[in-house]
């Protein structure tokens, strides 16, 4: 979820007489230009019971504003929400619903008016609107922790699932390491990247609260700094979605420059994990380097 806006327009040409009346504020169906605005803002409101494949989302915010010229009017929307989806269908159908209460208010007068030119101009919020670049050499590393996947009598998905998703953000080069549930090993492994000047190491396993759960020990004793806000935001996502996410311990630090995040051992925890944490994760080496926001 996350801030999203859409912009849309249509455009409704007419003759240069039907828009001094539109602009007169006086036709024969009343204030057409403040009609259709309330129309608009409804069609956006409604989009979901219009557009098959559309669902109800919690706008914040529906904008109708006009620029009227000589022969045609331009009926800009904007639509606002903080959602998982885009929104820019509500913008599109706010923008067509007002240009047609345009026609219908003035069509009495003339019917020779044409409804064009709808098109998106802008829309931001979404994992597109958040592209970070690596930095130069970018190293990875993937770190399973698992007694039963060290003794190969459990495969790893979890690796797997990490190791997928790093590529669709163009990170395909990465180490990948299955260590048991032995905190000195996991350590020395942490310590191990950072002097070989690794970016980034993820682990997936050992965060819960079983007895060989001790992933995140091994991690407290390497960071030099706590970054608490990447696994707020994992464990916050995964709790809308099981209640036990918040059954998982995992840190997320710096040591030196090197980043740490712990993930959960199941396949699911991780993925939905990953998907909370990045691409914003990728921000933080911008910070890093003193690049800041």
């Not at 010229?69 to 800009?76: M, P, S, T, W, Y």
Request: with cysteine.
């Amino acid at each position: 979820m996350t801030l999203r806006r859409a912009k849309a327009q249509a455009v409704l040409r007419a003759t240069p007489q039907l828009i001094d009346i539109l602009k007169s504020r006086k036709g024969p169906k009343g204030d057409a230009l403040e009609v259709a605005k309330t129309a608009g803002i409804l069609g956006a409101k409604r989009t979901w019971e219009i557009i098959p494949y559309c669902h109800p989302l919690p706008l914040d915010q529906v904008t109708i504003d006009y620029e009227i010229h000589e022969d045609r009017v331009v009926i800009i929307a904007q639509a606002t929400a903080v959602w998982k989806t885009g929104i820019e269908m509500e913008a599109l159908v706010a923008a067509q619903i007002a240009a047609t209460t345009l026609f219908d208010m003035l069509k009495p007068v003339d019917n020779n008016m044409e409804i064009g030119e709808i098109k998106i101009l802008e829309k931001t919020g979404g994992k597109s609107s958040f592209k970070e670049e690596l930095p130069r050499d970018f190293k990875v590393a993937v770190i399973v922790t698992s007694d039963g996947t060290f003794q190969g009598i459990r495969r790893d998905k979890s690796g797997q699932i990490i190791r997928e998703k790093l590529a669709g953000f163009g990170i395909v080069d990465c180490e990948y390491l299955v260590l048991p549930d032995e905190k000195e090993k996991i350590r020395q492994a942490l310590l191990g990247f950072y002097e070989k000047r690794f970016h980034l190491v993820i682990t997936t396993g050992g965060t819960g609260l079983g007895p060989r759960d001790v992933t995140v020990e091994a991690t407290q004793e390497v960071i030099d700094r706590v970054v608490p806000g990447i696994m707020e935001a994992a464990r916050s996502f995964g709790q809308q979605r099981t209640p036990y996410s918040m059954l998982s311990r995992g840190l997320a630090g710096l040591k030196g420059q090197m980043l740490i995040v712990n993930l959960p051992g199941s396949s699911r925890g991780a993925q939905e994990s990953l998907e909370a944490i990045f691409p914003g994760l990728l921000h933080s080496y911008k910070m890093m380097a003193g690049g800041g926001h």
